[in-house]
């Protein structure tokens, strides 16, 4: 498992978007790497929140990186489940889950909560202990 606590959080390349393969840059205060996928109810239902804490501390030191574990056949449904949810943050493209089953996720949402240096500080951090977090440490 390449991702733990206190390791840094590893280089990946992943499709983006536009289904061009690119590397994922974590370089704020914090960033959040959201591990999700189209079908998943619980992934879904976490957006509302998420997109009110990056509107808010955006601008201060906070980012998200969504990764999404979709299968081939659910690209199609990946980018809609984009669009209608109005998800600006970075979001990539794990397709058929490789990387993620590299590294042993198999449950979703899955999160990862990296410093500025790449490092991880926290494995599934509940969204209210992240926005206290980020209250505290973000002016």
Known sequence: IRIKEGNKFPKLYLKNKNLHLVQLNVNS??????YWFSRCKPC???FPKLKEMYTEYKSKGFNIISISSDRTMDVELWKKRIDENELYWDQYLDENGKEAFIDKIISFPTNFLIDEKGNVIQKNIDLDKLEKLLKENLK
């Open 29 to 34: 205060k914090y960033t959040l790497v959201d």
């Open 44 to 46: 879904l239902k976490q």
